[in-house]
């Protein structure tokens, strides 16, 4: 059974930086892309950002574009959301997704799989 595994949020001050993890387990991790998502308080799941499956291809939600990067390692299944001039505005649940066609990842009907979500806390 597939299963996507996150880790690395925590508690930071505003201008810090957070790297967080998704290791998946149970699928062909290089058949996927590879997205981020993320859920602030009282509001719906919004796209962060998406990579296609080797890599080469990024694709951001304009309000981290410049701050956060996107990346996977295929070796050790695992994808990478390295997270810089953090605001508190980026305060949220932050969740790792599998999608087959990267043309979707920025549309949450996009992904079958998803992590069960790590806590980012930007405090100002």
């Known amino acids: 059974q597939a299963q996507l595994v996150e880790s690395g949020g925590g508690l930071v001050q505003a201008g810090g930086s957070l790297r967080l993890s998704c290791t998946a387990y149970?699928?062909?991790?290089?058949?996927?892309?590879m997205g981020w998502y993320r859920q602030p308080p009282g509001k719906e799941r919004e796209f962060v950002a998406v990579i296609n499956y080797g890599g080469e291809h990024t694709y951001y939600a304009d309000s981290v574009k410049g701050r956060f990067a996107i990346s996977r390692d295929n070796a050790k299944n695992t994808a990478y959301l390295q997270m810089n001039s953090l605001k508190p505005e980026d305060t949220a649940v932050y969740y790792c997704?599998?999608?087959?066609?990267?043309?979707?990842?920025?549309?949450?009907?996009?992904?079958?799989?998803w992590g069960q979500g790590t806590q980012v806390t930007v405090s100002a």
């Open positions: 997704g599998s999608a087959q066609d990267y043309g979707l990842g920025a549309y949450l009907y996009g992904y079958n799989h």
């Open positions: 149970g699928l062909r991790f290089r058949d996927y892309a």
